[in-house]
């Protein structure tokens, strides 16, 4: 087995909406649906050579040294989980310090923030590396957010943020950002 990577990284935060809903719904379904998401998360991370340091429950967390590797494993896991659960995801690059099999740091945050503007089945990211690493060959980008920014907690603006999309899909939801730039966005 690879050892993580280091140095400048792109992180892939994922988060299935709704999963409390559904946990109290119906527990037993949700139990085989999440296998299936697990599943799928894992093999789309492994073939792009990505790295799953942790499950958050009902999400994941996973490295990639390459931000086009992780633009493509977001947008593969997109598709194949369109049918199964939806599930938002963001994606950031930046330096984190590795510890025990973890990452620490700033970039970890804001790719929180980033996952948390997403509706099911959205992709978020800022124009950094990400961007610019490339595209996945059904994916486009859009800009959203005010001309000022959208605001993210924490964070006065950033003024850069990014959904990805599959071109096949008719409809792109709003984010769950605000076009206002004094509301604060939740995670």
């Given at each position: 087995m690879e050892s993580p990577p280091t140095g400048t990284v792109t992180f892939l935060f994922t988060d299935i909406e709704g999963s409390t809903r559904r946990w109290q719904d119906d527990a037993e379904a949700m139990r085989v649906l999440l296998v299936?998401?697990?599943a799928i998360l894992r093999d789309v991370i492994d073939k792009r050579h990505g790295h799953l340091f942790k499950h958050t429950g009902d999400g994941v967390a996973a490295v990639f040294a390459s931000a086009a590797d992780a633009v493509s494993a977001a947008v593969d896991a997109q598709e194949r989980l369109h049918d199964v659960l939806p599930v938002r995801m963001g994606l950031h690059t930046g330096e984190a310090?590795?510890?025990?099999?973890?990452?620490?740091?700033?970039?970890?945050?804001?790719?929180?923030?980033?996952?948390?503007?997403?509706?099911?089945?959205?992709?978020?990211h800022r124009h950094t590396g990400v961007a610019t690493s490339g595209t996945?060959?059904?994916?486009m980008i859009r800009a959203f957010g005010s001309r000022r920014g959208a605001v993210l907690r924490g964070r006065q603006t950033d003024r850069r943020l990014s959904r990805c999309r599959d071109c096949r899909s008719a409809v792109l939801q709003p984010?769950?950002?605000?076009?206002?730039?004094s509301r604060r966005v939740p995670s």
């Open positions: 299936e998401h697990d310090e590795l510890r025990d099999g973890d990452y620490f740091g700033s970039t970890l945050n804001r790719c929180a923030r980033l996952m948390g503007v997403a509706h099911g089945g959205q992709i978020v996945h060959p059904v994916m984010s769950r950002s605000s076009n206002c730039p």
